[in-house]
């Protein structure tokens, strides 16, 4: 199946900090979300970008299909940002998504 | 209730009790799914069923039996579970188009111990 390498494991910022989290996959995919789990374990939905790039406030993404990654950049962190972020793929012939380990990323006030 | 409820939040049970997970969602999509969250492991995709037909059954023991009545609800039953099965698990849905999952929505887990 699909595999799905997330980078880096942890990070530990400073507030106010900028980051970027990658997801790098083995084979084409019709979906790639990126998620952000709270302390209480809801996953919460940041971008659905199977392509291109998206922005959300302090939040962007970019995904290039062709060369098999996604980025997630965060600017000036909080520490409400704290948590764990997932990127998760459909690739063809399975509806259903596969997810990365997952980057933790610790804020610091 | 929006979006994706899951009953109830945190269950505790003996390898030999017998319970129900509940799933419902509230945003009018045709697809829904059981994954489960080990501690230390990614997100596992255990059931997936699409307008009420199961689509996906990812090697789950058979003490984990799924069901779904209608496109809303998803439940989850549990029997002689073991210590092992402790985990997060969680509801997902999604509009299913062409055999496409589209972008997926979570609800907010069940954490399992087993004792």
Redesign the interface.
Not at chain 2, 99 to 106: I, R, S, Y
């Given at each position: 199946g699909i595999q799905v390498e997330q980078s880096p494991p942890d990070l530990i910022l400073q507030e106010g900090a900028n980051s970027t989290l990658r997801c790098n996959f083995s084979d084409s995919v019709n979906n790639l979300q990126w998620f952000h789990q709270n302390p209480w374990g809801q996953l919460i939905n940041l971008f659905y970008i199977p392509s291109g790039t998206k922005q959300n406030g302090r939040l962007s993404a970019t995904t290039v299909a062709t060369e098999r990654y996604s980025l997630l950049y965060i600017s000036s962190s909080q520490t409400t940002d704290s948590g764990v972020y997932f990127c998760a793929v459909e690739n063809t012939g399975r509806r259903a998504l596969t997810f990365g380990s997952g980057t933790r990323l610790q804020v610091q006030p | 209730e929006t979006g994706v409820t899951q009953t109830p939040r945190h269950l505790v049970m003996g390898m030999t009790n017998k319970k129900s997970l509940k799933c419902e969602q509230h945003l009018g999509h045709n697809?829904m799914?059981w994954?489960k969250?080990s501690a230390k492991k990614?997100?596992e995709?255990m059931f997936?069923y699409?307008l009420e037909e199961r689509?996906?059954n990812?090697s789950v023991p058979s003490r984990f039996s799924p069901e779904c009545p209608n496109s809303s609800h998803l439940f989850l039953h549990l029997h002689t579970l073991q210590p092992e099965d402790s985990a997060?698990y969680?509801c997902?849905s999604s509009q299913?188009i062409s055999?496409?999952?589209?972008?997926?929505?979570?609800g907010?887990?069940t954490?399992l111990t087993v004792l």
């Open positions: - | 697809a799914y994954y969250q990614p997100l995709l997936v699409s689509v996906e990812n997060l969680l997902a299913d055999f496409l999952a589209g972008e997926q929505f979570f907010p887990g954490r």
